[in-house]
């Protein structure tokens, strides 16, 4: 029968590296040899050891254990204390190769990178540095799942959801896809991209303000929003977009004119109340959602990659979403990315890879560094890629 044998240290971290990594390596064969348990792949990390091994029942795979610690003990001058809780689990013969990378992936995700595991208070610029260094890992882990062309054409997709928009039109397409995606999502709504342009003048705010009643009930005969509040909201919100132009020159200018005396660092607060003022069905949410794809960074912040900051140890919980947007912000500086562009591979970790609302850490190449890590569950089964991930 095969089992998986996993141990920890007591202290957890940073006890096996270096000489005390190789004395417990040479110590598996010769614990395996005097029990009876043959090893059929092994992993030593930075806190502690994996096995698969066969044996023909579970207290052959415990005794091989206590032999392993009794032989470590004696052969390592800095002994390793070794925790009691054994995690022995069946495998089924079909399991192998996912218990067998499970094993690569932990291994390789121990050593490649040079990083601190430290999870007390970091630095922000220490901070920086191992999130730049996990960074590569979160990339390989959205490739593997989905292929390099994939990960890197969402990561183009979603910066150039959120450029700074040209002129006014296409910030009023953009205040208009907001209140669409409101209860479908904005997946739902680029979907329908080319069609919504075609039914709303290209969204150019001097004509969808003529609309009428007549001219409402055609867009909703057509097969794209069925909303009649929302249409009527997006005809209204051009009319009001004029008015406010009429006064500035351009909306655009009205809104820099905002931001010059606004604060990034607290999520341009003014910015906020001078939509949800100016515009119908725009609440704070939207407002947001509308901000950050006019290119104002830190005005909304994704929640899944905010997760993943947070359960990495590089973020304290509950941290106010502007601070996750500048941290993210400063990754990007450290390494010459765009930071919409770093946020697209957290988005994508957080929603097709393992850091999903629940975590699927048996997967994640991040595990043996991540203070979150739930490793106590048997390893899931090859999940089938998906190409959908959730937009911000
Ligand atoms: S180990 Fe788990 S919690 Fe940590 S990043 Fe990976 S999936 Fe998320």
């Known amino acids: 029968m095969l089992w998986l044998l996993a141990t920890d240290t007591s202290r957890l971290r940073k006890c096996l590296v270096g000489a005390r990594a190789g004395r417990t390596r040479r110590a598996l064969p010769g614990a395996a040899a005097a029990t009876g348990v043959r090893i059929i792949a092994q992993c030593i990390i930075p806190c502690g050891v994996r096995a698969i091994v066969e044996a023909t029942c579970r207290g052959h795979v415990r005794n091989f254990a206590r032999r392993f610690f009794a032989m470590t003990a004696a052969a390592v001058r800095e002994p390793v204390f070794w925790r009691a809780g054994l995690r022995i689990e069946p495998i089924a013969p079909a399991e192998i190769g996912v218990y067998r990378s499970y094993l690569q992936r932990s291994e390789s995700a121990s050593t490649e990178v040079p990083l601190k595991t430290s999870t007390g208070k970091l630095g922000r610029r220490t901070a920086v540095r191992r999130a730049h260094a996990l960074l590569q890992l979160v990339d390989r882990a959205n490739a593997a799942e989905i292929g390099h062309d994939e990960t890197s054409s969402y990561a183009r997709r979603y910066t150039m959801d959120h450029d700074p928009p040209a002129d006014d039109r296409a910030a009023f397409a953009r205040l208009c896809a907001a209140i669409f995606a409101n209860g479908i999502g904005f997946n739902a709504v680029r979907n329908h991209r080319e069609a919504l342009d075609a039914a709303f003048d290209l969204f150019d705010p001097t004509r969808v303000a003529r609309y009428d009643d007549a001219r409402i009930d055609a867009i909703l005969r057509q097969p794209i929003i069925c909303d009649r509040a929302k249409v009527a909201a997006c005809v209204e919100n051009a009319r009001r977009w004029l008015a406010c132009a009429a006064d500035e020159g351009t909306y655009l200018g009205r809104v820099a004119r905002c931001a010059a005396q606004d604060d990034a660092a ?92 629940r975590p699927l850490c048996l997967r994640c190449p991040l595990a043996e560094r991540c203070p979150a890590a739930q490793l106590e569950a048997a390893p899931p089964r090859p999940a089938a890629s998906s190409t959908a991930a959730k937009s911000a």
């Not at 407002?287 to 140890?313: D, I, M, N």
């Not at 912000?329 to 097709?352: K, N, W």
């Open 266 to 357: 607290v999520g341009w607060p003014a910015l906020v109340e001078l939509l949800r003022s100016d515009f119908v069905r725009v609440a704070e949410m939207t407002a947001r959602q509308v901000l950050k794809r006019w290119g104002f960074f830190t005005a909304l912040s994704h929640p899944g990659g905010k997760r993943c900051l947070e359960r990495l140890g590089l973020m304290a919980p509950q941290a106010p979403a502007p601070a996750a947007q500048q941290f993210i912000g400063a990754i990007a500086g450290a390494g010459g990315r765009d930071p919409y562009a770093l946020e697209a591979s957290f988005v994508l970790f957080s929603t097709i890879g393992p850091c999903r609302t």
